[in-house]
C-alpha cells in the first residue's frame, strides 16, 4: 500500500517553464511537507501546509484538504532547481511521515 | 549551522561485516528516525526513537538495530551486512509534536559488496 502518490516520477523542463509537481493521500493528515533533494542526498524541508496556500520565492505550494491533494509550482524554472521533489504527510493518527516516492525534476538551459 | 550531522556521506562495506551509521543533533530533539531511500521506493522507515534508550520498529527493521545512549544520538547498527542493504540512508530529527519542523541529515550512501 502506498499512502502517498505523487507524479509526475519524471518531468524534465526548458529554463524559464512553470512546473507543477502533485501529491495525493489517502489519509486524514494533520500536515503536509514538500522537501527537496539534491543530488548528493540532503534534504531541505520547502513547506510544511495544514491549510490553503504557501509562497517562497518561485516556488508556491496548495493544499486541498477536501480532497486530499497538494501541488507544488515552481514559475520561472532555473537549472539550479533540478532536484527531487518529495511528498511527505503526517497522519493525524501517528506522529510519523508516510512519503511519496519522489519527482525527479531536470531543468535544461 | 548544522542541526542534524551523519558520520558519513559515503561508505563501502563488505558482506557480513558489522556497519554503524551514527546520527548526531544538536537540537535537543526527543524523537529521531532512520529512513532508507531506495529508487522506485523512496523513504521507508527503519527504526525510530522518542526518547534515550527508546526505540520502536519502522516498516522494514529486518536486519537492523539501533541504539540511543543519549539525546543527541541516534546509531542505526547493521549486524551483519547484506548485499540489499546497499541504500541511501537518512536520519531525521524532530521536536516532539512539532511536525511542523523536521530536519534531515545529508544522508549516507552505503554500498555492500
Known amino acids: 500500500k502506498n499512502e502517498v502518490e505523487q507524479s509526475p516520477q519524471n518531468l524534465t523542463a526548458q529554463e524559464g517553464e512553470f512546473i507543477t509537481i502533485n501529491c495525493s493521500y489517502s489519509?486524514?493528515?494533520?500536515?503536509l511537507h514538500w522537501l527537496q533533494q539534491h543530488p548528493g542526498g540532503g534534504i531541505v524541508s520547502l513547506f510544511m501546509?495544514?491549510?490553503g496556500k504557501k509562497k517562497h520565492g518561485r516556488l508556491i505550494a496548495t493544499i486541498n484538504i477536501q480532497e486530499k491533494h497538494s501541488s507544488l509550482h515552481i514559475t520561472a524554472s532555473h537549472p539550479r532547481d533540478s532536484a527531487v521533489y518529495i511528498c511527505?504527510?503526517?497522519?493525524?493518527?501517528?506522529?510519523?511521515?508516510?512519503f511519496g516516492t519522489g519527482t525527479s525534476l531536470t531543468v535544461i538551459p | 549551522d548544522v542541526k542534524v550531522t551523519q558520520s558519513s556521506r559515503y561508505l563501502v562495506k563488505r558482506t557480513g561485516e558489522k556497519v554503524f551509521l551514527e546520527c548526531v543533533q544538536d537540537m535537543d530533539h526527543e524523537n529521531m528516525f532512520w529512513y532508507r531511500q531506495d529508487p522506485g521506493l523512496g523513504l521507508r522507515l527503519i527504526y525510530f526513537s522518542y526518547d534515550v534508550k527508546m526505540k520502536e520498529k519502522g516498516d522494514i527493521p529486518e536486519g537492523y538495530s539501533v541504539s540511543r545512549e543519549k539525546k543527541e544520538r541516534f546509531s542505526l547498527i547493521l549486524e551483519s551486512a547484506s548485499t540489499n542493504q546497499t541504500s541511501m540512508y537518512l536520519c531525521?530529527?524532530?521536536?516532539?509534536?512539532?511536525?511542523?519542523?523536521?530536519?534531515f541529515g545529508q544522508g549516507t550512501r552505503l554500498t555492500v559488496v
Open positions: 501546509l495544514s491549510s
Open positions: 511527505a504527510v503526517v497522519p493525524n493518527t501517528g506522529n510519523q511521515f508516510y
Open positions: 531525521a530529527s524532530i521536536l516532539q509534536g512539532a511536525f511542523a519542523e523536521a530536519f
Open positions: 489519509v486524514g493528515i494533520s500536515a
